[in-house]
């Protein structure tokens, strides 16, 4: 039978390991012991030649290597709750029987803890910082930082961040530390050599060896995904611990695998630390991040889209709405707008925009470039505060609610695989339709249709067609046959779902 491959982090929970490790470790040594030697009289050769020896590294950078220890109350029954009592005939002496046994066993159980292993590593020596994973320490009601030497130290959390995966904590002790400064995790290309130290399944510091498999992976656990991929062997209990380049510098904080059966695979990922070191320096300054906000909500640009707004090819960010008032909205960015440059920086893709703003400093202002019918046009705008805007409740919703199957009866017109009518008051009700709303009503979706592939429904909203408004079906009619008689591939529709705005490209073929 096989199984789906997933993506994992690496925090163990705590209680079944000892009796399997030591049974894993006696079988090891009785079976995997051929193997180990046929191992090293091949590929030893050939990685001795390429890079010599690990070990004086590994000797200078394991000290700064910890593992971290939490524990979280389990919960319990409510006060009162008690297991169901067997059923007895009434009267039965029994009843009384099991109702104070299961009291009593209440009131004396203690309270359950449980446990999670993870990894960290320190960064500062003086001042007690240690950086691990935020999925290592969520939840925690306490935190132990354990030394290489099995020194134990109480840990104070500085702050997390979600969105990342990255924690900082903080420890205080007369005991000399080592730390390990963050290398440039952008310099870092495909085939370098980098050695993981962690904590895998409980075991303390070990040290593995691989290479950089692949950059930028999107793996989606985070807005932010930008993950190094390694083929160093990364387990459970790995999560925090760092990835470091021949020069000890780390350069990526383990976070995940990529595993069909729970086990390590050769397919791992860690945060690159250019990404990592700036959240942790807003951690250590304000306790929480701080990241640049824009107000927009955005969409990948697909070469149907491109085509349609006469772009030599598909890139940027295109914009599908805006926050009133919002950074961009103030600045002039408008809806349909795409977003191909920001504070200098090329957005290739749409995903790499959220990362480059959010590292731009709030209340910068920076020049945006954006292609806007046919052309680049550049506009100033003032970052904003990203973490205020959640709080204000100001971010864009992008919950699709769907719509309701049935379509009204009255007359539609046809075009483009859609029945599309004006909106009526009748219309309005049934499709949840916002009084300001203006356009024209999807009543029907034929099947097989282009229009259907691209997940139009009944009940949504054109608003603008080839980037012009429309008002009523001879509108839409018009605008799709001009775009015909221009020999256009296809043409770009502004939809409205329930408040939900996006663009779609309909072939015209």
């Known amino acids: 039978m096989s199984r789906t491959p997933i993506f994992e982090r690496w925090g ?21 012991a051929p193997a180990v030697s046929a191992a090293q009289t091949t590929a030893a050769p050939s990685r001795a030649a390429a890079v010599g020896s690990f ?4 000797e200078k950078l394991l000290p700064a290597v910890v593992n971290i220890s939490t524990t979280q109350s389990a919960p319990q029954r409510q006060q009162g709750q008690r297991p169901e009592v067997p059923q007895f005939p009434p009267g039965s002496p029994f009843e009384d029987f099991f109702r104070d046994f299961f009291d009593r066993q209440q009131q004396d159980q203690p309270q359950r803890k449980a446990t999670s292993l993870g990894s960290g590593f320190i960064i500062d020596a003086k001042n007690g910082y240690v950086v691990t994973n935020n999925h290592v320490v969520q939840d925690a009601d306490e935190i132990t930082v354990i030394l290489q030497d099995d020194t134990n130290i109480k840990a104070e959390l500085v702050g997390k961040d979600s969105k990342t995966d990255v924690a900082l904590l903080k420890i205080k002790t007369s005991h ?11 310099a870092m290309r495909v085939g370098d050599w980098v050695l993981a130290i962690g904590n895998p399944f409980g075991l303390g510091g070990s040290v593995t060896a691989g290479i950089i498999s692949a950059r930028q992976r999107n793996i989606d656990a985070g807005p932010y995904d930008d993950f190094l991929q390694t083929d160093a062997s990364i387990n459970r209990g790995n999560s925090g611990g760092p990835m470091f380049n021949l020069n000890g510098e780390v350069i ?7 595993s069909p059966s729970g086990g390590s695979v050769g397919i791992g990922f860690a945060i690159p630390s250019n990404l990592a070191k700036q959240v942790v320096a807003q951690l250590k300054e304000y306790g929480k991040t701080r990241r640049g906000w824009l107000g927009v909500r955005i ?3 697909t070469p149907e889209i491109a085509e349609s707004l006469g772009m030599p090819a598909p890139k940027g960010a295109l914009v599908a709405s805006l926050t009133p008032d919002g950074p961009a909205a103030k600045a002039g960015v408008q809806a349909g707008d795409i977003v191909t ?6 957005i290739g893709e749409m995903r790499r925009l959220p990362r480059v703003v959010a590292e731009t400093g709030i209340d910068k202002a920076v020049p945006i470039e954006v292609w806007r019918k046919g052309k680049p046009v550049t506009l100033q705008v003032k970052v904003g505060e990203l973490e205020a805007a959640e709080e204000q409740g100001l971010l864009a919703a992008n919950e699709d609610k769907g719509g309701k ?3 009204p009866a009255q007359k539609a017109t046809e075009s483009l695989g859609l029945k599309f009518t004006a909106i009526t008051p009748e219309l309005r009700q049934q499709y949840e339709i916002k009084p300001d709303m203006k356009g024209v009503v999807v009543t ?15 009940g949504d909203v054109i608003i603008e067609v080839g980037q012009e408004e429309v008002r009523k079906p001879e509108d839409v009619t018009n605008r799709v046959q001009k775009a015909k008689e221009q020999s256009k591939k296809s043409i770009l529709l502004l939809v409205d779902r329930k408040g939900d705005l996006r663009f779609v490209a309909i072939p015209l073929s």
């Open 252 to 258: 990526g904080i383990n976070t995940a695998i990529f």
């Open 341 to 346: 440059k920001f504070d200098g920086k090329d």
């Open 12 to 32: 163990r929970k705590a209680g079944v390991f000892p009796a399997a490790a030591a049974l894993l470790l006696a079988f090891s040594a009785v079976v995997a």
């Open 176 to 186: 000399p530390l080592v730390a390990v400064p963050f290398g440039d995790s952008d």
């Open 299 to 301: 969409q990948a640009v």
């Open 55 to 58: 070990a004086d590294l590994a």
């Open 444 to 458: 029907e979706v034929q099947a097989n249709s282009a229009a259907a592939e691209k997940g139009l429904k009944a």
């Open 405 to 407: 199957d049935k379509p």
